[in-house]
């Protein structure tokens, strides 16, 4: 399993051979948030924008983020 690191996040990355990308996890949520790019530094942008969707979301349901 090969982690990425991005500040204090982490994502389990694994390569999808059907889309032909590299698919991101960001682990320690309460719920789920992807991503995906050809690149690290395309990994690394979705990483912060889905994290960004994910917490935005959680803040208007009034979910707690992390585990």
């Given at each position: 399993?090969?982690?990425?690191?991005?500040?204090?996040?982490k994502?389990?990355?694994?390569?999808?051979?059907?889309?032909?990308?590299?698919?991101?996890?960001?682990?320690?949520?309460?719920g789920?948030a992807?991503?995906?790019?050809?690149?690290?530094?395309?990994?690394?942008?979705?990483?912060?924008?889905?994290?960004?969707?994910y917490?935005?979301?959680?803040?208007?349901?009034?979910?707690?983020?992390?585990?």
């Amino acid at each position: 399993m090969n982690i990425m690191t991005l500040g204090n996040i982490k994502a389990k990355i694994v390569f999808d051979q059907d889309a032909e990308l590299f698919r991101g996890e960001i682990l320690g949520l309460t719920g789920s948030a992807n991503f995906y790019g050809k690149t690290v530094v395309e990994l690394k942008r979705e990483c912060k924008k889905s994290l960004n969707v994910y917490l935005n979301e959680c803040a208007r349901r009034a979910i707690a983020p992390y585990q």
